[in-house]
């Protein structure tokens, strides 16, 4: 590799701009800067120095900060058309999607369905871009953590005095010998919490060096969080599971395989008053209702057998508890959230058998609408249930069928054999119609009594990538706060053949530094700094400034 | 209780009004090189908006007491409350640099943020099950103050635009800056609207099917311009004005028919009030703001921007994402479901990391520095206001 030497003898790494010993420009750029660019310390990076293999390329394209905000501004925009039209996770299930959007927002629907922006966030090439983020940020933190970092560890107290007159903020006090005020000053400098070293007749005060670290810390949080975000794809560490538990029901808890088991003492909803007397006239504009609760009652239980195969099981109460929105039930590191309800869901029906001719009641029975019985026996009656369609529908052929197992349009075909009459009748009875096939029964089966229940929607949720997520969010945000509420701050002071100069850098908020050491130099007579940049030389600065 | 509330605020409100007063006469005393004298009555106005931002402190307190939970529940109440953040922002930004002009600009967008929220309803509203959180507090306040600090370093980036913006000639950089001041005096003209139609208790209603397919009523305290998608003017008002458009079935936030006839009216009114300014002063608003900041240093503001922005940035992220995701993984049962208010508060986070980057690394300072916060500021209204006009989401509120 091709060494650059400096007149001080320190020797730099190529793509060096500022000596790494006493900080004088080497390369054309700097030297013909007013005032020194001090990013990374002018230290060469790897992503300079070479340029060959393929993997050089790749290194500096992802080292550049460049493709760094191009990846930022892509996602950028990217996320903010999946809000343009809602995605597929917030629109219901049970309808055809493609024609869902079409539909609702026309031709750009359409479209919008058609490149698959209704899965925007799911798609290959947004969680390629997460992908190509998460390794600039790598990239780019090594290229420059490491070469910041020697500069900063080994830097020199004695610097070039051209490196210290193209600082920002420069003083000159001419006819002074420095060793005259050095003990003052340093007295002053050690007050404001500087670190000081000195070398000959040169001095380095330094604070707050540390914050230099935040940024590279605050990305080791991002990286972090990101691989716990794509730890998500292994389904292993990760179960997502929903559950419908009726009142006094008890079932296993999907999701644990069998471990646990829940029972639902009651699901409550419960609404404000309506004549509250804070609340009243908001809750008269939202309409009179505004829910107040949603709660489920419930009981653990842990399966005793849950590992054994065969075996009832045997369950041992762990705990009681009212799971509300934001007060989940947690063990075992399962959480079990109040999501969904459902009132008044049929749980049994009650029938009468009537004689039609002499009105005359035989009997009742009753029907689990979730758990039927075939035959039901009232005296010398029989009535059989044929057939029961618990949410019933006529199907594309105009036969009855069912949509689901649950009870919310029950549906029955009923037979009754009485003592009297030797062929037996056929009823067909659903909500609101009872159809009697032969239009000759001389006994009807009439609705009695319907017996409801609420049900609530429980989800059930495991995750292993949380504490991958929770250590990347702390560090990200130690980092940000690291970089952000402190600031690095040098002061350079020289003996001069004409006098002493004094230079400073730092990273930010110029004006309150510019204060401090004015402050210090007004107390041991030296002139005060002045700040070499303005306007005009900010202009010029934009111009050469992104050459990266 | 809640009346005792409300008249903390109005006490505020005009206080702030007060102090702006005061920090406008220092400019004067500069003009006359009179220093002890700006620099005095820049401490009375800053006494003067302590006082209001302690009395709008309690106007949060006691609405807290009234209503049992934090006021930052529903719009009016948070956009009252980012107008405190601001305020409070604009206090410690002037205890470190002590600039009267930085008050001058802050104060009247603080005061114009507290009267935009009088458009929305006001009334105390009842917590619904997934607001019933400590969450709601440290999630919402963190943000508000996240957002009201960035919200300085916009500022701050204005008065660095006014500043260096050449205004003897027409440009791009001249039109966008009087499109920001425009926009700001569309915000007091809706104001100054509601503010006279309340004072005059005007109100219409319609019977309308609304978002979630309820049918239902909606009363405006306008007159509708916009009415709503299929709705009808219920009998008693039906020889009121209007409406003359239908608002569009794919606007889908909460009462998105009231929100759009207002905005309507708030571009009615600004460019009337706009109209009337720009023919008085007989030239451009912002160049007629110009001689306003003549004495000030650009870089200053160009720091003071960008310190704004190193101080609102860990805060805002802080609340508007961590905040948010351990919430959002106890309400609703995930850290993170791409609802519109979640994308849109990360594009915000996006958008002022890559503004970091740019300055640290491009050298971006200075005009580019200063458009950028103007984006940015413009994000964050976009979400507050835009985000739940058009959007039916999880984060929807009156």
């Known amino acids: 590799m091709k060494l650059l030497s400096c007149s001080c003898g320190h020797t730099n790494p190529k793509g060096t701009e500022l000596c790494g010993g006493c900080g004088k420009p080497i390369s054309e750029q700097a030297n013909n800067e007013k005032t020194l660019n001090m990013r990374y310390e002018g230290a060469a990076r790897r992503s300079q120095a070479y340029h060959k293999s393929v993997v050089d390329r790749i290194w500096n394209f992802f080292s550049s900060v460049k493709v760094g905000v191009w990846i930022i501004v892509i996602l950028l925009i990217a996320s903010s058309i999946g809000t343009i039209f809602p995605q597929h996770m917030y629109i219901p299930t049970n309808i055809n999607i493609g024609q869902y959007y079409e539909n609702e927002f026309g031709f750009l629907g359409k479209l919008y369905y058609d490149l698959g922006f209704h899965n925007l966030y799911k798609s290959w090439w947004y969680l390629l871009l997460l992908a190509a983020l998460t390794v600039s940020l790598i990239i780019a933190s090594v290229d420059r953590f490491f070469p910041l ?27 002074l010998k420095f060793n005259f005020v050095k003990n003052n000053i340093i007295k ?196 059989t249930l044929k057939d029961y369609f618990p949410d019933f529908y006529l ?12 009870p919310d349009n029950p549906a029955f075909i009923f037979e009754v054999n009485s003592p009297e009459k030797e062929e037996s009748e056929v009823s067909f009875l659903s909500i609101g119609s009872n159809f009697d096939p032969n239009e000759s029964n001389t006994y009807i089966i009439r609705l009695a009594g319907v017996d409801m229940n609420h049900v609530s929607g429980l989800t059930v949720r495991k995750d292993f990538t949380l504490p991958f997520l929770v250590v990347g969010g702390v560090i990200f945000m130690i980092g940000l706060v690291q970089g952000s509420y402190w600031t690095h701050r040098r002061i350079w002071i020289r003996q001069e053949a004409e006098g002493v100069i004094i230079a400073a850098h730092t990273n930010k908020n110029w004006f309150g530094f510019a204060r401090e050491i004015n402050g210090m130099a007004e107390k041991v007579n030296l002139s005060q700094v002045t700040d070499q940049t303005n306007i005009n030389e900010e202009k010029e600065r934009e111009k050469y400034g992104g050459s990266e | 209780m809640a009346e005792v509330s409300s008249n903390f605020l109005m006490v505020a409100f005009f206080t702030y009004i007060v102090a702006l007063v005061f920090f406008s006469l220092t400019l004067s005393f500069e003009k006359k090189k009179e220093v002890t004298k700006s620099k005095r009555w820049g401490r009375i106005g800053f006494t003067i908006a302590s006082v209001g931002f302690l009395s709008q402190l309690g106007y949060f307190i006691t609405r807290w007491m009234a209503g049992g939970h934090a006021p930052v529940s529903n719009m009016f109440e948070y956009i009252t409350f980012l107008g405190m953040t601001i305020i409070l922002a604009f206090l410690i930004l002037y205890l470190i640099y002590r600039k009267s002009v930085l008050g001058i600009f802050t104060l009247p967008v603080g005061i114009i943020i507290i009267a935009y929220a009088s458009v929305f309803p006001s009334d105390i509203s009842p917590l619904i099950p ?180 190193l101080i609102g940035f860990p805060i805002f992220t802080l609340g508007a994402l961590i905040f948010a995701m351990i919430w959002a993984q106890i309400a609703w049962t995930r850290f993170w479901g791409w609802d ?57 509120y009156a």
């Open chain 2, 130 to 309: 997934a607001l019933q959180s400590n969450w709601l507090h440290i999630h919402v306040i963190t943000t508000a103050v996240g957002q009201g600090i960035l919200g300085i370093g916009f500022i701050a980036g204005l008065i660095y635009l006014i500043r260096v913006i050449d205004q003897s000639k027409k440009s791009k950089q001249t039109f966008w800056l009087e499109t920001i001041i425009y926009t700001m005096i569309c915000a007091v003209g809706i104001a100054l609207t509601v503010w006279g139609a309340s004072a005059m208790n005007y109100s219409v209603t319609f019977d309308w099917v609304n978002e979630l397919g309820v049918e239902t009523q909606i009363s405006y305290e306008l007159p509708a311009i916009v009415g709503p998608h299929e709705g009808e003017l219920v009998h008693l008002d039906e020889d009121k004005f209007g409406p003359l458009l239908e608002t569009p079935s794919w606007m889908k936030g909460v009462d998105a028919p009231r929100k759009l006839n207002t905005f309507l009216w708030s571009i009615l009114s600004g460019s009337l009030l706009y109209v009337v300014l720009r023919l008085t002063l007989r030239n451009r608003l912002s160049a007629a703001l110009q001689p306003l900041v003549k004495s000030v240093n650009p870089h200053l503001f160009d720091e003071v921007s960008y310190r704004s922005i």
């Open chain 1, 188 to 383: 002053q400098l050690e007050e404001k919490k500087y670190k000081v070293t000195t070398d000959g007749d040169s001095l380095l005060a330094e604070k707050g060096r540390f914050s230099r670290w935040g940024p590279y810390v605050n990305h080791i949080g991002l990286i972090t969080f990101l691989l716990g975000g794509m730890l998500r794809f292994s389904p292993e560490l990760f179960v997502d599971e929903f559950m419908w538990i009726r009142d006094g029901e008890t079932s296993s808890i999907p999701g644990t395989n069998g471990e646990y088991y829940l029972e639902s003492d009651q699901f409550l909803l419960e609404l404000y008053d309506e004549d509250d007397e804070t609340f009243q006239n908001a809750i008269q504009r939202a309409g009179g209702t505004v829910v107040k609760t949603y709660q489920t009652s419930v009981t653990l239980y842990r399966n005793q057998n849950y590992d054994q195969l065969r075996g009832d099981p045997d369950l041992q109460e762990i705990k009681t508890y009212d799971i509300r929105v934001n007060e989940p039930l947690k063990f075992d590191r399962f959480a079990l959230y109040q999501l969904n309800y459902k009132l008044n869901e049929f749980k049994a029906m009650d029938f009468k058998l009537i004689n039609e001719e002499t009105e005359e009641e035989i009997g009742q029975i009753r029907v689990d609408l979730f758990n039927p019985e075939m035959n039901y026996e009232i005296n010398d009656y029989t009535i």
């Open chain 2, 340 to 396: 519109p208010k979640e994308v849109w508060a990360l594009i915000t986070f996006l958008f002022y990391a890559a503004y970091l980057h740019l300055r640290l690394s491009k050298g971006w300072h200075g005009e580019k520095s200063a458009w950028l916060l103007v984006i940015g500021f413009a994000l964050i209204m976009f979400n507050l206001l835009v985000v739940n006009l058009v959007v039916a989401g999880l984060h929807s």
């Open chain 1, 395 to 406: 199907n594309s052929e105009g036969v009855p069928s069912t949509k689901s197992s649950i």
């Open chain 1, 149 to 175: 970092y020697r500069s900063l560890k080994n830097q020199r107290v004695k610097k070039h005095v051209t490196f210290m007159k193209k600082q920002r903020l420069v003083s000159e006090t001419n006819n």
